[in-house]
C-alpha cells in the first residue's frame, strides 16, 4: 500500500524507523524480538534507512521485504544519492520493485563515514528533488522526502531550507517526514510557513526521536543542529549517569511534544526508534495510540 494512503486515514498514522542491522546476530534479534513487540503497537509502516554510500544497500532491501512479507506491516525503504550514478539508483529501484516495495524515501544522504561534505557523484545527482522526481517518473512507487523544522544543518537561512522541502513536494514527494527536533513550536513554524506561504498541501509529519543517554542526544541534535533548550540541557546534564532517568526523561519530553502536534492536527508521528522499543511503546501508550 502507497504511504500516501496511510496518511489519508482519520486516526493517526504511526510510524518506526529503523537502521539495518550490522551483523546476522543483530538481525536476527531485529526479527525475533524487536519487529513483533513493535508490531503489538499497531504500526501503519516501518522504513528502513540506507547507509551512507550505498553500503546497506542489500540489508536495507533485504529488511524491508521481511517487514511486509513475514509481518504483514508495510515498509518504506529509504534511499540516498551518496556515490550512486543514476544507473546504480535505477538498478537499486528495479531490485525494490522486484520485490514489491511501494514506498521509496528519497534523500541526498550524508557524507560517507570519514568525509564532512557532500560531493556529487558523476552521472548522479546533487540534491534530494532531483532524486524524487527520478523516483516519481517511473510510476512504480510511493515518494517521500525529509524536511527540517530548524532548518538543514548546512543551509544558513531555515526559510530557505523550507522552499527547498517545498521544491521536493513540487517534484513529486507525496509527504514530507522531518528531522528531529525538541521544540514543538519549531515544526509548527516550518509548518504555517510550508502551508500557508508555499501552498504545501501533502502530509508534513513530525519525526521523533526518544533518548537513550545524554551524550547520544547531545551528539545527534549536535550533528544534525537541532537545539536542546537550556532547561532540558540541564536536566539531561543532571541526570548524565542515570541513563535509565534518561531515558525516561525523554519518554515525558516525546510524550508531551507529540500531544502537542497531534492535537494541532498533525496526520502522525515518525519514530526514530533505533531499533529499540520501550521508550517508543511508552510514548505510544502515553498518547493512548496503542492498537492493543
Ligand atoms: C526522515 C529522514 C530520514 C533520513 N534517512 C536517511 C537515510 O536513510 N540515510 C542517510 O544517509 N541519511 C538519511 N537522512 C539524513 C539526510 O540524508 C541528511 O539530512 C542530508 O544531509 C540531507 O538530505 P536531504 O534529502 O534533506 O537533502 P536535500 O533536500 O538535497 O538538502 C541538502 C542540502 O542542500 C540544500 N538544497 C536542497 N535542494 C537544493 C537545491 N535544489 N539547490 C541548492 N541547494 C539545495 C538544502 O537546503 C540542504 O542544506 C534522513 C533524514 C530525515 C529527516
Request: proline share 5%.
Amino acid at each position: 500500500m502507497r504511504i500516501l494512503q496511510l496518511y489519508d486515514k482519520p486516526e493517526p498514522t504511526i510510524s518506526f524507523e529503523f537502521f539495518p542491522p550490522k551483523s546476522a546476530e543483530a538481525e536476527a534479534t531485529l526479527f525475533t524480538e524487536t519487529v513483533p513487540s513493535l508490531q503489538e503497537l499497531g504500526p501503519s509502516f516501518i522504513s528502513v534507512t540506507y547507509g551512507a554510500g550505498g553500503g546497506t544497500r542489500a540489508t536495507t532491501l533485504r529488511v524491508v521485504d521481511r517487514i511486509r512479507k513475514q509481518f504483514g506491516i508495510e515498509a518504506m525503504a529509504h534511499l540516498t544519492c551518496v556515490g550512486s550514478t543514476r544507473d546504480m539508483l535505477a538498478a537499486v529501484l528495479d531490485e525494490a520493485h522486484s520485490l514489491g516495495i511501494e514506498n521509496i524515501l528519497a534523500l541526498r544522504g550524508d557524507p560517507p563515514k570519514g568525509a564532512t561534505t557532500f560531493h556529487m557523484t558523476e552521472g548522479g545527482f546533487g540534491h534530494a528533488n532531483e532524486l524524487v522526481a527520478f523516483v516519481k517518473s517511473q510510476g512504480r512507487f510511493g515518494v517521500g522526502a525529509a524536511c527540517y523544522p530548524e532548518g538543514h544543518v548546512e543551509c544558513s537561512d531555515k526559510k530557505l531550507d523550507w522552499d527547498r522541502a517545498a521544491a521536493k513536494v513540487d517534484a513529486g514527494a507525496e509527504f514530507l517526514i522531518s528531522q528531529l527536533f525538541y521544540d514543538h513550536r519549531d515544526f509548527l513554524e516550518m509548518e504555517d510557513y510550508l502551508r500557508n506561504n508555499r501552498k504545501v498541501t501533502v502530509p508534513i509529519v513530525p519525526g521523533v526521536l526518544p533518548f537513550l543517554t545524554a551524550e547520544q542526544i547531545k551528539r545527534f541534535t549536535a550533528l544534525c543542529g537541532a537545539k536542546l533548550a537550556d532547561g532540558l540541557k540541564k536536566k539531561l546534564e543532571a541526570l548524565a549517569h542515570d541513563d535509565e532517568a534518561v531515558r525516561r526523561l525523554g519518554v515525558e519530553v516525546c510524550s508531551d511534544i507529540c500531544r502537542k502536534l497531534l492535537d494541532h492536527g498533525v496526520p502522525g508521528i515518525h519514530f526514530y526508534c533505533l531499533n529499540r522499543v520501550p521508550s517508543c511503546r511508552e510514548i505510544v501508550n502515553n498518547l493512548g495510540l496503542a492498537s492493543t
